[in-house]
């Protein structure tokens, strides 16, 4: 399949993408000025943070951009941002969006009844790459997560895979993920009433090591128009997140599979 997909791609005009990473979006095609992509992916996924249960979900994929020189801003669905290329070496970012609070109804088993809905928030996310070669081949990662309910940080390396500068290929990146203690417990505590409620015991998590990851983008341009991309995710949780009732597995993880139409 992988050979087929290499023949069928479409010579580079010596135009590049921003920077030649899959899991970066770049619809420009190398040129300033407004690019967008539309389509859709499929995803099988954990229904929420430490669940066992899995399912398939339908969301869209694509996004509009504008471009000037080493600068994009970017609308992706409920997220606004700016990325920025600096000294060739550095990729920076930044951007607003929401983060869908967790639902009892997540869980099909009712394993989260009694526990409540969690708040719709917004968050702030910065991040930056730092490329240790000129082409982008490994390169170091970190990003930091902010918002009403708490800090997220993330420090990791990544690897890419392929010859191509237009964003297309695959690419590797293993993080180490640390959470402070509201952040923690957003996801895994449980508070007095919620476990009188639930009948779950009171769970308080303190801040600091929170898992391992894995994380693996394609990407491939079928036409000068049609793109295709897959993601898979594995997150290992630490012993004290698995501590937590709320954590049915030690692990949470997805694969998706999509296709984007650029404009």
Known sequence: MHGFFFQAAWAQDGKTALVPLPSVDDFSKGKDGWSFGLGVSIEYESAYEGSDEFGFEVEPAGAVQWRKGNDMFFWAGEALGWRGLRADTWLLEAVVGFDEGRKEN???DGRLDGLGDG????QLVLQTRYALDADWRYWLIGRAVT???????LFGVGRRFGDRADG???????????????????????NSQQSAASGLDETKLSGGFRSLGLNYTYRHDVNQNWQIFGEAVYERF???????????????????IGLICRF
């Not at 918002?147 to 940080?153: A, D, E, H, P, R």
């Open 147 to 153: 918002g009403g309910k708490g800090n997220l940080g």
């Open 119 to 122: 708040d719709d928030r917004a």
């Open 238 to 256: 630490s012993s004290g997140v698995r501590a937590s009732p709320i954590a049915r597995s030690n692990y949470e993880a997805e694969v998706g």
């Open 106 to 108: 997540d869980s099909k």
């Open 168 to 190: 297309t290929g695959s690419e590797v990146n293993f993080v180490v993920v640390f959470h402070d203690r509201r952040y923690a417990n957003k996801d895994f505590g449980i």
